[in-house]
């Protein structure tokens, strides 16, 4: 006789086997691929019917017709306010917890605080819809309590208001390209958020804060994109440094996170240096080899470009609260994310995502 564990191994692997099989079907009828089947399935609690409806009336065609050529911004913002003006009851959410759809976690992993960090390539424009998707489908598979986000364009802003309505979106701009958060709204309670501006930037870079509540702790987030390019070191490392005081000065009851495209150089980092208190996720985690490049022209070939860079651009800091008997956030894991090919022959991003979680100590 099967133990009740073996039972319920086969009954998950079974429910498994019969989603893959569900995808597939969904793929081959819809044209599209598997990431994008498994986002339609999961939210119409995997019925074939009810997800193709969904997906064939999604309006993606219109959200994602983009000129972002100066002469096209006026056209821009009247999608953009076209959108915001649609009902929200035609919303489809791809990345709500479906009922049944994964087993209830543990009382230790539902104290866990996920993260992602990706800079999403809005600025390029071939397969954006697909690309766009590909990250709901990293959404649904992680359940992210946070995700902070770079390269943000308001077509893309306005798909996710669309198909991720789970999350709560913070914006750091409004017009070009900018960063954001995307918060969990049944796990992660927001509070207040600011815009700090980085006085001397050339390229429309800021510092997006959240002060926000995560199961009675609270948690200080911060995203930014610094100055990109080799030439843009010291503005950079002055990014850098108003970060770091930020980080350094939040009271000692709060948890600060940084994460985003920094697009910074180990020798920039030790000229401006650490806060004791601040300490980078990857280098506490051991230095794993599989996580270190995040932005790789070896294995990414969405930009081509005619020499091979392979840097850690992307990075994760946190400061622990200091006050005593308030709980310490402490990273336990760290994978990189988007590094499979979505049909269109691309990856979600030039960028791969960076994935954490911390538990509290």
Partial sequence: MASTSDSDTASVSNVAENRRRICDEFAAVAGTDS???QCYLAENEWDMERALNSFFEADLENVFDVD????????????????????????????????????????????????????????????????????????????????????????YVQYLKKRATSYLIVEGGEDGYFTGMM????????????????????????????????????????????????GHAQERMKQLRVVMERMREAPGDVTVLFGGDTNLRDT????????????????????????????????????????????????????????????????????????EKLDCGRYTSDHWGIYCSFSAG
């Fill in 35 to 37: 990431a994008v089947a």
């Fill in 68 to 155: 972002i050529s100066p002469e096209g911004e006026t056209s821009l913002k009247a999608k953009r306010q076209k959108a915001e003006e649609k009902p929200s009851g035609d919303c489809v959410d791809l990345t709500a917890d479906s009922p049944g759809s994964a087993p209830k976690p543990s009382e230790e992993d539902d104290q866990k605080l996920s993260l992602i960090s990706w800079n999403v390539d809005g600025l390029d424009t071939d397969n954006l819809a697909e690309r766009a998707r590909g990250l709901c489908s990293y959404l649904v598979l992680y359940t992210p309590d946070v995700v902070f986000l770079q390269e943000l364009i308001p077509p």
């Fill in 183 to 230: 918060l969990k709204k049944s796990r992660v309670k927001f509070t207040e958020s600011e815009i700090v501006t980085y006085p001397t930037t050339q390229m429309m870079r800021n510092l997006l804060v959240a002060q926000v509540d995560f199961k009675g702790q609270k948690l200080c987030l911060m995203t930014s994109h610094l100055e990109s390019c080799k």
């Fill in 268 to 339: 920039e980092v030790a000229k401006v240096g650490l806060p004791p208190s601040v300490y980078d996720v990857w280098e506490r985690l051991g230095k794993q080899e599989h996580c270190r490049y995040t932005w790789d022209t070896k294995t990414n070939s969405n930009k081509t470009v005619p020499y091979i860079s392979r840097c850690r651009f992307d990075r994760v800091y946190i400061r622990p609260a200091t006050t005593e008997g308030v709980p310490r956030l402490a990273p336990d894991h760290m994978a990189l994310l988007g590094l």
